[in-house]
């Protein structure tokens, strides 16, 4: 379905330059589309691989029903081009070209419908994906884990919250409907992966599943939830951490990857998801690493933990039974 310049500028500017490259040229239908929604009293439409902001600014005011300000379309591409999902038409012979062509990772995006997450980040991937966190609970009782929607039936968590929590139930956050399990799915070759899925009698409903990623560069910045045990509160709650990846490390005890994260995460927190600004899990929280320090040691900062992960590509190979 067409995006509106009104309801989303970004995605109607990233949409109209896809369909303006000249692979697109057979999409006539979704071209017709586009146009109907945004520009329908204009009959000559150039669909010619680039854009220059004053024609479709020309051609969306045009439009009465449309109270797009040209201020907004102008602070829009801005936006766009800060994020690098839009660069100037490098192809244009004149030096003072204002023609602009949507990029590799703008075309990716706007497919994946993610632009919105790479370009708001941390609070947009909050409000868009937190009913998609499980809470992992035994009722009456203090232990509590995480876990993330995977498959309409499918959990995904860490092996260790699964192995401590016996005859636990799954709560989404926002969600009153408290879930079965049906089945608990660990690694068979692996044994010491501590990642674990859970299977559901029922698909849920009404709540999306997330998907993995592979792209996570150094310091890019993630975002964190789990449940995580609060002092004085009455429940648990859905807490949201913001850090960077520090580095991918793979522990002495195994060869199995693990995402080093700028931020301290608790107990409550295994196997939650770690989320990169694609809107895409790219590890799962397992364990804080730390050293022991005793009494002779002269700061504490020797014993604070760095907050590891393991990578999402496990994930991916326990949901296909490979491990």
Known sequence: MAKNIIDDPAGAILEFLYLTLPKNNDKYAERNEWKKLNTPIFPDLVWNGSLEPHILIYYIQGNKRNPVQKSQINRTLKKLEQYDLIESYTLDDSINTQKKVITLIGEELLLRNRYLEYIHGGQYIIEKWKKSVAKIFVPNEKGIGTGFLISPNRIATAKHVVDDLHNFKI????????????????????????????????????????????DRNLLEEVVILGYPPIPMSDDAYLIASKGEVSTIIAKYTNDIQHLIISTFVRGGNSGGPIINRRGDVIGIITENLYNKINHEEEGLNEGLGFSAGIVSEWLDDLNNGKV
């Open 171 to 214: 709560q989404f956050e926002e969600d009153p409907n408290i879930y079965e399990v049906a089945k608990i799915i660990r690694p068979k070759l692996i044994t010491d992966l501590d990642l674990a899925i859970i299977e559901l009698p029922e698909n849920v409903k009404g709540i999306q599943s997330f998907t993995t990623g592979t």
